[in-house]
C-alpha cells in the first residue's frame, strides 16, 4: 500500500522560505512522477510543481522563479524549497505521486497535507 508523508510546514512572513518533504513508501518500483499541490479555503486544488524521474520538472507559472522541486529517487523523497513567500502561497499542500503534469484529477495518491501559512 502506497503511503506519503509530508513535513515541513509552518508560519511565515512575507518574504520567508519554508522547506517541504515528502517521502513514499510501498513502491516496488520508484514512482514516475512525484510532485506538490496545494488547496487555499474555497479554492480548487491545483498544481504547483512536479518532478519526474528522468529529471522533467513542471512549476505551475505562479511559482517560477521563487519554488524549486527536487528529489531524492533513492529514497523515493521529494522536496519542495520554497522561497520569497508571498499570503496568496497560503494553503494545504499536498504531496503526490503517480501524478501527469500539474493535473490534480490524474493523481494517483496523496498525502494527508502540510499547512502552509504567510502573513503579510
Known amino acids: 500500500q502506497v503511503q506519503l508523508v509530508e513535513s515541513g510546514g509552518g508560519s511565515v512572513q512575507t518574504g520567508g522560505s519554508l522547506r517541504l518533504s515528502c517521502a513514499a513508501s510501498?513502491?516496488?518500483?520508484?514512482?514516475?512522477?512525484m510532485g506538490w499541490f496545494r488547496q487555499a479555503p474555497g479554492k480548487a486544488r491545483e498544481g504547483v510543481a512536479v518532478?519526474?524521474?528522468?529529471?522533467?520538472?513542471y512549476y505551475d507559472d505562479s511559482v517560477k522563479g521563487r519554488f524549486t522541486i527536487s528529489r531524492d529517487n533513492a529514497r523515493n523523497t521529494v522536496y519542495l524549497q520554497m522561497n520569497s513567500l508571498r499570503p496568496e502561497d497560503t494553503a494545504m499542500y499536498y504531496c503526490a505521486s503517480d501524478c501527469v503534469r500539474l493535473a490534480p484529477e490524474l493523481v494517483s495518491y496523496w498525502g494527508q497535507g502540510t499547512q502552509v501559512t504567510v502573513s503579510s
Open positions: 510501498g513502491y516496488t518500483s520508484r514512482p514516475n512522477c
Open positions: 518532478i519526474y524521474i528522468d529529471g522533467r520538472r
